[in-house]
């Protein structure tokens, strides 16, 4: 196999620039250079990638490489895939391998049906928060999320990072996302009648996570007295540059001209008073980071946090609403998208009987010390990390997907008009 380190910047480009888990699409690369080996054992190695760009700045991504002439990317090589996993400490030779198929951060393959291999592809310094989170959950035996089996770490240098983790397969009838919009069709309460198990599920994740009063990473902290004040400033520039730059379309003219309404709504929110205890949460919650098992009921998976944010934002302690608005706002994107992907409508009340559910079995099993004291206080909190979530979306869509950007309109529209 070829020395990694002599790979040119065009060829190290050329491996990465169009890969799906390459983060800085549209960007301009000025160079890319091998700067570490963790692993390399004949048959293929894992190499750090310095990713340089024209405004100074770099990434770091891992590249599984293979090949005598032309370097190639091999993560998906049984044989490849299956050194990886035991170097994670899960021997797998021999394993049927399967690619995952549905990530883009990362890349995952299934090995005999029974293991997951997880590969990092954006590498920062610092402790891997998806590997932590599921040590947490596992010491405070929570059942409703994969068993961490394995992991293969480095040192450095150039980063001491994680490069892999292997997981227990989940047996699923599939994620929330798709089970919701295929029962749309023929079985709308599907997700209404879960929904209160999600509520009760997602309250127990948050009470695992919150459980280690030892650990500085995890012990639950008293926000301080400007984290509100804070958090609406951050919205409110959000909602200035967004809008800055929304594109003339038919579709964005409801909300276009309301960003003052918007941030009048910031502020109003903001002011709920007392937000409950900080702790360290999922993160990127969604009907997408949930699985519905043959035993009827529901596993997170995906433990990363938003992979657009730094590694030091996504280990930071937050308030455990921020997850139940990223569910929120899911529920009204799988009725939004199966009108948009299947003509089909969702019935009508459909999307705030899931809310109302799943709020409602949150509450029942939460720890009230990580909410506002009031359900106002709490309803208002909510209504604040909507409105972000809503405002990112709309960013997105704008820019991504100008067809779904009316998604996030209704959106905002709703919440101006039945926030009180």
């Known amino acids: 196999m070829r020395d990694p380190t002599t790979l040119s ?23 890319a250079e091998v700067v570490g080996v963790p692993v390399e054992d004949g048959l293929f190695a894992l190499a750090i990638v310095e990713v340089r760009f024209a405004a100074g700045t770099h990434e ?10 032309e370097p190639a990317e091999v993560f998906e090589r049984a044989e490849v895939a299956t050194r990886i996993a035991a170097l994670a400490g899960v021997p797998a030779e021999g394993a049927r ?28 310094a610092g402790p891997n928060p998806e590997l932590e989170l599921l040590r947490a959950l596992a010491a405070r035996r929570f059942g409703n999320a994969p068993r961490l089996e394995g992991a ?13 983790a292997v997981t227990a397969l989940v047996p699923s009838l599939g994620g929330g996302w798709e089970l919701t919009l295929d029962s749309f069709s023929d079985d709308p309460s599907w997700l209404p009648d879960r929904a209160w198990r999600l509520g009760e599920v997602t309250a127990a994740l948050h009470s695992a996570l919150a459980a280690n009063d030892s650990d500085s990473a995890f012990a639950p902290e008293e926000p301080s007295g400007e984290s509100l004040g804070l958090l609406a400033a951050a919205i409110d520039e959000e909602i200035a540059s967004t809008f800055a730059s929304l594109p003339e379309d038919d579709a964005l003219g409801a909300v276009a001209h309301r960003a003052e ?11 709920a ?22 035993a009827g009921d529901w596993v997170v998976i995906d433990f990363e946090g938003e992979p657009a944010r730094s590694l030091p934002e996504r280990r930071r302690k937050r308030s455990p609403l921020r997850d139940l608005a990223g569910m929120t706002r899911s529920f009204a994107y799988a009725a939004d998208a199966s009108v948009l992907q299947n003509a089909v409508e969702p019935p009508e009340g459909w999307l705030e009987r899931c809310r109302g559910t799943f709020i409602d079995g949150y509450l029942s099993a ?55």
């Open 366 to 420: 939460a720890d009230e010390r990580f909410l506002p004291p009031s359900r106002s206080g709490f309803d208002r909190l909510l209504a604040l990390f909507e409105l972000e979530k809503l405002v990112y979306e709309l960013r997105y869509e704008a820019r991504n997907r100008p067809g779904w950007a009316s998604i996030p309109v209704v959106g905002l529209l709703r919440l101006l008009e039945t926030t009180p």
């Open 60 to 69: 770091h991504y891992l590249v599984a490489l293979g090949g005598e002439d």
């Open 273 to 294: 008073g007392a937000a409950g205890l900080a702790i360290r949460t999922h993160g990127d919650y969604h009907l997408g980071q949930v699985l519905w098992t043959p």
């Open 9 to 31: 910047s065009d060829e190290l480009i050329a491996l990465i620039a169009d890969a799906r888990w390459f983060a800085a699409k549209g960007r301009t690369l000025e160079n």
């Open 261 to 271: 309404d918007l941030r009048d709504l910031v502020q109003e929110l903001a002011a």
């Open 152 to 164: 293969l770490e480095t040192e450095g240098p150039p980063l001491e990072t994680a490069l892999a």
């Open 97 to 124: 391998v399967r690619p995952l198929g549905v990530e883009q951060s990362n890349s995952s393959v299934v090995l005999d049906e029974l293991h997951v291999l997880k590969l990092y592809r954006r590498l920062e």
